[in-house]
């Protein structure tokens, strides 16, 4: 809890903003085309107005952040639009992008969660070179060709489901292969240590 | 961390800088507009602009003065680089990179407003890379690429390191030689016995318990050859890791608090454990047996070519092919056995997550699914375990047998040789026991290149922290003054980042035997400045003076050993609470340790425990309270009467009873002695001389507890404050029982 709460003896300790607090969190608005307005910015963001907001007032926000609420399982429903400063708020939640918004408004939001998640998809291996503990990789994404080295411990390639596996580098970075089935036999043959 | 990358010259065409300017920050952007990798785009900051390069062409061009936002913004698995502008006030996207680069990117944007600002002071970034940027490989905790820098390289270190050990080398060589030298004879010995006794009418009763005789001694002079090498190996590299132990942990000990900081603890100690082992390992195991086999290889096939070169020939042709098959089987094993290993990891992982998990297990019911789980992880392990042994099983024999076929070969030709009459029997069975004597070593040999890799990897991690300049030492003219206990803060100014000050332009004159209160809210750098006079970091600008003397001229031991500090955490050792008091002043007697003792209201619960003062206390021993360790800390610290007592946070711990005790303990003690306290409950701090409260950086209010309370600002504000929480503690506290 900041200072600035606690400025003035006469002021009483704030009960009051704590219960507001915790109603704002509890607090669940689903966005959809009928009470939200996204646009573009200049800059390459996304601006949302809420013309009817929270107690009639409209709402403005330059630039929110579009986050997705299951990356993995579910890319495209459950889309919480936050605050962009860093104890980030949410404004609300987009129930289905397929469904609760117009097909510009869609794009528009996509264009936001591409910028967002960054994890190209592996489409061609070419190379995994073992070497003391780490495992070079020479691969073709869907974002162009790429190199990483990855530890080679257990945490480093991680099956989302059966067939799908999920690669962190030394870095952070991460890549996907949607189906491992579909490689070739020659590289199902490079990646079986990690299977 | 770099964060000056060349930039190639493709880029630096698209970039004319003007008079006096030049690049002060440079990093790869590797995600395109479109969000694909690319190689060909860069942020450049120069001392007047920035740019974002592309190619050769110019994406970005802003000057500095113009940027009013810029910050780097990390997202999931990449990072943007996001900006204002005077002439434009919306976000605006500059650039977008991967997680290699957005730690750099941070650093970089901050060196850029710095550079607005007109700051000349470079960013730097004391984070390892965590793979070399140059050429890709991965960097094991290193700063440089022991690849790509040119410094002397770590294998030269290394053997100046063992030129310490000539005497134990040369003796090693020497045995090494013999030992060659012998296992080429004992052939010679056989064929000679053969040749000369074992023909029938030859030989006699005698002549083979002569042979017999020499065997057994031979033998005998290799076994204690052996022993007499192996044990020399195995002290030199004891030696040598305990060496290099012994210099690694002297290092750790010289550098900053700030260089072990950047490390997580483990890592420290594994270079000083695991990595130092390593050495030692090699010694004994690779080092050794290298230069025998090698020996030993070269000695047999001069001999062998002596004997009948083309039979040499024909035995090393399937040399290459038992090297290759060697090497392939072992890859494939090492493949299986890593599966196995993975797998195994799994299980236990999985074991330990329910183990530790069993509370929430058992409240939830769900100890059959939990079963069932776990089940599916072991027979995936059984599995594979199965399996592997089968084939390690069935493709040993198969190895050996291709490892062994130039054996074949030899005894063919060598016994048509002997039926040719160009042999003797007793030559064919030396060269067949040369044979496989260059076998022998051919396999373990394959296994050198990892050894060798292990050992400078561990080498790498060795030297690096040897290398690294210790920050804070005595320098020469550094003198031991007695401590009379007037502090000093001129325009003291100091960050643990360079971009970041926590403190600036501190001005504070403490006078001897003065207790300061150091107020303000939490980061604001109360710690920090007490860290500054412990002196475990140096200032970045300003003066800090103890008794007029610059501290950097003071002789670091002599003035540690006057002051008592006493930290909210506080660390005691393993051993008893005697030897733990003893810590600081080694000499002290019982009587001392008791006065110490009482005055921090700890000689009452030391004497209740079964042992006293030679209670143990530490990792097995007895367990001591928060508060209990924070009285023999205090206790701890005011033993050796230091002139400088830092109390940080020193009696939270501590219920308000026993808080008052020491605290008036303490007044008795602390007359005369300069004493900084910092407390979170600020009632502790009431009587202290002054009260400094620090917000922002900067020191904004300085006074008694009644002039500052007059003066109803800061101070004020966080004592009513306190106030007010405990009244509304002390509701809680009465509903509670109410409800329950």
Not at chain 2, 62 to 79: E, F, M, Q, R
């Amino acid at each position: 809890m900041g200072l600035k709460n606690f400025e003035g003896a006469d002021e009483e300790f704030n009960l009051e903003q704590m219960e507001a607090e915790t109603e704002e969190m509890l607090r669940m608005r689903f966005l959809s085309d009928t009470n939200a307005k996204f646009e573009r910015t200049a800059g390459g963001f996304v601006s949302l107005d809420i013309p009817e907001g929270e107690d009639g007032k409209a709402e403005h926000y330059d630039r929110v952040r579009v986050v997705r609420s299951f990356p993995f399982t579910a890319p495209n429903t459950y889309i919480s639009i936050r605050t962009t400063e860093e104890k980030s708020k949410e404004i609300g939640i987009i129930r289905d992008i397929a469904k609760d918004v117009s097909k510009e408004t869609r794009k528009m939001l996509e264009e936001q969660m591409s910028l967002r998640y960054f994890t190209p998809v592996i489409t061609k291996i070419n190379d995994i070179k073992e070497e003391y503990g780490h495992a070079y990789w020479d691969v073709v994404t869907t974002e162009g060709p790429c190199k990483f080295v990855i530890y080679m411990n257990s945490s480093s390639v991680v099956s989302l489901t059966d067939v799908r596996l999920m690669i962190s580098d030394l870095d952070g970075n991460r890549f996907e292969i949607p189906d491992y089935t579909q490689l070739s036999a020659g590289e199902l043959k490079k990646l079986d240590l990690f299977l | 961390m770099n964060l000056l990358f060349d930039l190639p010259a493709a880029q630096r065409s698209a970039f004319t800088p003007a008079d006096g300017e030049e690049i002060k920050y440079c990093s790869p952007c590797d995600i395109d507009r479109d969000g694909k990798l690319t190689h060909e785009r860069y942020l450049v900051v120069t001392n007047r602009r920035l740019l974002v390069i592309s190619g050769s062409q110019t994406e970005t061009d802003l000057a500095l003065s113009d940027i009013t936002y810029l910050k780097c913004d990390p997202l999931v698995n990449n990072g943007l680089l996001i900006a204002k502008t005077v002439q434009n006030d919306t976000e605006q996207i500059l650039a977008r990179f991967t997680m290699k680069h957005v730690s750099r990117v941070a650093f970089i944007a901050k060196g850029a407003l710095l550079l607005r600002d007109g700051i000349k002071k470079q960013v730097i970034s004391r984070e390892y890379d965590k793979t070399c940027p140059i050429c890709g490989r991965a960097l094991r905790g290193t700063r440089e690429c022991p690849k790509c820098s040119h410094k002397p390289s770590v294998l030269w270190k290394f053997f100046k390191l063992c030129g310490a050990y000539k005497g134990w080398l040369a003796i090693i060589a020497v045995l090494m030689a013999c030992v060659a030298v012998i296992q080429l004879v004992i052939p010679k010995i056989q064929q000679i016995f053969i040749d000369d006794y074992l023909m029938p009418g030859k030989g006699g009763w005698k002549e083979i318990g002569i042979y017999a005789g020499a065997m057994i001694g031979v033998t005998i002079i290799t076994i204690l050859l052996h022993v007499l090498r192996y044990w020399m190996c195995i002290s030199m590299g004891t030696k040598m890791s305990m060496d290099l132990r012994q210099m690694l942990y002297k290092k750790v000990q010289l550098l900053s608090l700030s260089f072990i900081q950047d490390r997580r603890p483990g890592e420290l100690m594994n270079r000083i454990v695991s990595d130092t082992a390593q050495v030692r390992r090699f010694m004994e195991e690779a080092f050794s047996g290298m230069f025998s086999c090698i020996i030993t290889m070269v000695s047999v096939v001069i001999y062998m070519v002596m004997m009948d070169w083309k039979l040499t020939i024909m035995s090393v042709i399937f040399v290459p092919i038992a090297l290759g098959f060697s090497i392939s089987f072992r890859k494939n094993i090492h493949r299986r056995f890593h599966m196995q290993w993975h797998r195994f990891d799994k299980t236990n992982s999985g074991l330990q997550d329910i183990l530790s998990g069993m509370r929430v297990v058992k409240s939830f019911g769900t100890e059959e699914q939990e079963t069932k789980h776990f089940r599916k992880l072991t027979d995936d392990f059984a599995k594979v375990q199965e399996r592997n042994e089968v084939f390690w099983a069935s493709l040993f024999p198969l190895v050996s047998f291709v490892m062994g076929l130039g054996i074949y070969v030899v005894t063919y030709f060598g016994g048509v040789g002997v039926l040719e009459d160009r042999f003797t029997v007793g030559q064919l069975q030396q060269f067949i026991t040369y044979t496989w004597m260059l076998y022998g070593p051919l396999g373990w040999m394959t296994f050198l290149p990892r050894m060798i890799t292990q050992l400078m990897t561990s080498l790498e991690r060795i030297y690096d922290v040897m290398d690294e300049e210790p920050l804070i030492r005595d320098h020469e003219e550094a003198q031991d003054i007695d401590l009379k206990g007037e502090v000093e803060f001129k325009d003291v100014t100091f960050g643990y980042r360079s971009y970041e000050p926590v403190l600036e332009k501190i001005n504070l004159k403490v006078k001897p035997g003065e207790m300061i209160g150091l107020v303000g809210a939490s980061g604001t750098g109360k710690s920090t400045m007490i860290n500054l006079i412990m002196r475990l970091y140096e200032v970045d600008d300003g003066q800090l003076l103890i008794d007029g003397k610059d501290i950097n001229d003071l002789k670091i031991e002599k003035y540690h050993s006057q002051i008592g500090v006493v930290l909210q955490e506080n660390f005691l050792f393993a051993g008893t609470i005697y030897n733990n008091l003893r810590f600081a002043k080694p000499d002290a007697t019982e009587e001392e340790i008791i006065m110490a003792a009482k005055m921090a209201n700890a000689h009452d619960f030391i004497v209740k425990t079964p042992d006293g003062y030679n209670t143990y206390v530490g990792e097995h021993g007895y367990s001591l309270s928060g508060g209990e360790r924070q009285r023999l800390a205090i206790a701890r610290a005011i033993l050796n009467k230091p002139k400088l007592l830092i109390l940080d946070e020193a009696t939270s711990a501590l219920d308000t009873e026993s808080e008052y005790l020491i605290q008036k303990a303490l007044e008795r003690l602390t007359a005369g002695c300069t004493t900084f306290a910092i407390a979170h409950r600020l009632s502790t701090l009431k009587d202290a001389d002054r009260l400094v409260v620090i917000d922002g950086h900067h020191i904004a209010e300085v006074g008694t507890h009644n002039e500052l309370m007059e003066k109803k600002g800061i101070y004020y504000g966080l004592v009513t404050a306190q106030l007010q929480m405990q009244a509304l503690k002390g509701e809680d506290a009465e509903a509670v029982p109410a409800g329950a």
